[in-house]
């Protein structure tokens, strides 16, 4: 199993970013994904999920600005970041669940995201 994320970088304020993660060595669609964040110095914060079926999650800090989505052909998922604020800034990281265990199995090594003018 690997994950990988990517589409972090340096945006200002009010802006958007769009991350990737692209999944292998497993059949991404029987899965939920989901997406979290560690900002310096804080802990892990959850930032959305979806389902094997589509649904989606969000915290709520992140709704109405952040957007997961998913393209099975393409075996990844996707967060889309709009209306950035500094306190944004993180290493986002994308995860599997295991409804089976109730917990997630495999991390990627995460991705930068600065907000910053």
């Known amino acids: 199993v690997q994950l990988v994320e990517s589409g972090g970088g340096l945006v200002q304020p009010g802006g958007s970013l769009t991350l990737s993660c692209a999944a292998s060595g497993f059949t991404f669609s029987r899965f939920a994904m989901d997406w979290s964040r560690q900002a310096p110095g804080k802990g892990l914060e959850w930032v959305s999920g979806?389902?094997?079926?589509?649904?989606?999650q969000y915290a709520d800090s992140m709704k109405g600005r952040f957007t997961i989505s998913r393209d099975i052909a393409k075996n990844t998922v996707y967060l889309q970041m709009n209306s950035l604020k500094p306190e944004d800034t993180a290493t986002y990281y994308c995860?599997?669940?295991?409804?089976?265990?109730?917990?997630?199995?495999?991390w990627g090594q995460g991705t930068q995201v600065t907000v910053s003018s």
């Open positions: 979806i389902s094997s079926e589509g649904n989606t």
């Open positions: 995860h599997r669940y295991r409804s089976d265990y109730d917990s997630y199995d495999y």
